[in-house]
């Protein structure tokens, strides 16, 4: 069997979200919104682990951080002091031949003549700027006084919050401020599915330190996130590092890394990590009048802090999960028969489901029954799903295609009908090797969180 082209691969996946309920299109039965998606109850699950895995590295295991939660809409100054509102932009085009709206950067050249990508014709507009906030209203009056925008990143949050923060926590530096939230930008094409939507998440880090110190602690935070990637199951030979040239970089960074990783569209952005000096709070405490310096006790010193940022997508790193997590094999069917198997071989931390519970035979009531309990014993620990539907090798493929590493069967051993040594013990199925063993019930929560978390 040849290998799947890359946009093969793609539509599989994208199938494969839908028909499981892992993401489907926003408001699907009225035609859709670009760029929007929801996520269905498998793909909610592997986002929240996702991002409870990001907050446990990130802040509760260290004691240099610290997080916050800010509101979505923020004072209109926060966007004019960031430079947000005049240079938050993207280069458009209009084609005036089929009406298509264009990044400036999708427009193709051939034999000197700009030309659509999607009509193929030349009447096009000179580029001009496109702002990528959402424009909204607050309050009663909609008129300029009250306009405001759906922030476009997290951080001006934390930027904005240094002071109250600082204040709060009694942190010394170096110390950061991580924060996980939604943003919002008006994308000029959406596309590859929901790697470039116009609503996502943002898992935001913004490090404060010691001007001397920022180079290094890029450096630091560059190899940390590297590590982060790994340890929820994406392989290192798929991501790669990209020093963002100094004619790319924000004019205020001192040097910017983008963390990347194969898609099957291609090589794209995950997260960047950024030192941005100490722009965003010298931008806030001119424009505020409000400072936002630290104190250095030991120097008796003031100054404002430069920051480090790492600053990661959940739904393009969920996305990179799912396509690094999408295989297929070849298993035996019931009767022996090699047939296509599809696995979402997801690493157990991360996985939506951890564990099926299944009775080998719906219809004898002590195999439910016990089958029953193990899921109440379960249950306090991780998320375990029971299905009785069906036979056994069929159970299996439903958790296969999700993702789900281990399964539980209730067989008659478990009863003790065959040999009363095998009482109170089940079989124990791994996803990726299929292999079973015999577990003793009384073992098999701690054996399962050992593995998943
Ligand atoms: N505070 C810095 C900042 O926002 P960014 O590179 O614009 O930097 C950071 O965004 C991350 O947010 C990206 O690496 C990506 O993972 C995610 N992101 C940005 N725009 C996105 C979009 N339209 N759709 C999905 N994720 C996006």
């Not at 895995?53 to 002091?81: Q, T």
């Not at 999408?326 to 951890?354: C, N, W």
């Not at 195999?367 to 306090?380: F, G, S, T």
């Not at 089940?426 to 079973?436: A, G, H, I, N, P």
Request: charged residues 30%; hydrophobic residues 35%; aromatic residues 10%.
């Amino acid at each position: 069997m040849s290998a799947p082209s890359d946009s093969q691969q793609m539509e599989k996946i994208v199938s494969l979200c839908k028909r499981r309920g892992f993401i489907f299109q926003s408001s699907e039965i009225y035609g859709g919104l670009n760029g929007l998606w929801d996520y269905g109850p498998l793909g909610v699950e592997l986002k929240r682990n996702l991002k409870n895995y990001w907050w446990r590295v990130m802040v509760h295991e260290r004691d240099d951080v610290v997080g916050m939660d800010g509101s979505i809409l923020m004072n209109r100054g926060v966007w004019k002091a960031s430079g947000h509102e005049d240079t938050f932009t993207d280069p458009m085009v209009d084609c005036r031949s089929c009406k298509a709206r264009l990044r400036a950067d999708q427009i193709v050249e051939k034999k000197g003549a700009n030309q659509c990508p999607v009509c193929g014709g030349k009447d096009l507009t000179e580029p001009r700027s496109f702002n990528l906030m959402f424009k909204t209203f607050v309050g009663a009056t909609e008129d300029e006084s009250s306009v405001t925008y759906l922030r476009p990143e997290t951080a001006q949050a934390i930027f904005v919050q240094f002071k109250n923060v600082l204040d709060v926590s009694r942190k010394k530096l170096p110390f950061g401020i991580a924060q996980i939230g939604k943003a919002f930008r008006n994308e000029i094409n959406p596309r590859n599915f929901t790697f470039r939507s116009r609503e996502f998440e943002q898992m935001e880090l913004e490090y404060f330190c010691r001007a001397e110190e920022g180079i290094k602690l890029l450096e630091y935070w560059k190899e940390e996130r590297l590590k982060f990637y790994e340890n929820i199951g994406i392989s290192r030979d798929k991501l790669h590092v990209l020093t963002v040239p100094d004619e790319e970089r924000a004019f205020y960074s001192k040097g910017t890394y983008d963390i990347e990783y194969d898609f099957p569209f291609g090589r794209q952005e995950l997260e960047g990590v950024a030192y941005r000096t100490d722009y965003d709070l010298s931008q806030h405490q001119k424009a505020s009048g409000k400072s936002l310096e630290y104190f250095d006790e030991e120097t008796k010193q003031k100054f404002i802090p430069h920051v480090v940022e790492p600053s990661a997508g959940v739904d393009r790193t969920v996305l990179a999960l799912i396509c690094e997590a999408y295989s297929e094999d070849q298993a035996p069917d019931e009767k022996g028969k090699m047939e296509t198997r599809i696995v979402l071989r997801f690493h157990p931390r991360i996985a939506p489901i951890k564990c099926g519970v299944f009775p080998l035979l719906k219809n004898n009531e002590q195999l439910v029954a016990k089958a029953k309990q193990i899921v109440d014993l379960l249950r306090p620990h991780l998320f375990v799903f029971y299905d009785e539907g069906g036979a056994i090798g069929r159970r299996y493929r439903r958790q296969d295609e999700i993702g789900t590493p281990f399964g539980i069967t209730v067989d008659f051993e478990t009863l003790g009908e065959k040999d009363s040594a095998l009482c109170d013990t089940v079989t124990l199925r791994e996803r990726d090797s299929m292999k079973q063993e015999r577990v003793a019930i009384k073992d098999l929560a701690n054996l399962l969180v050992a593995q998943i978390s």
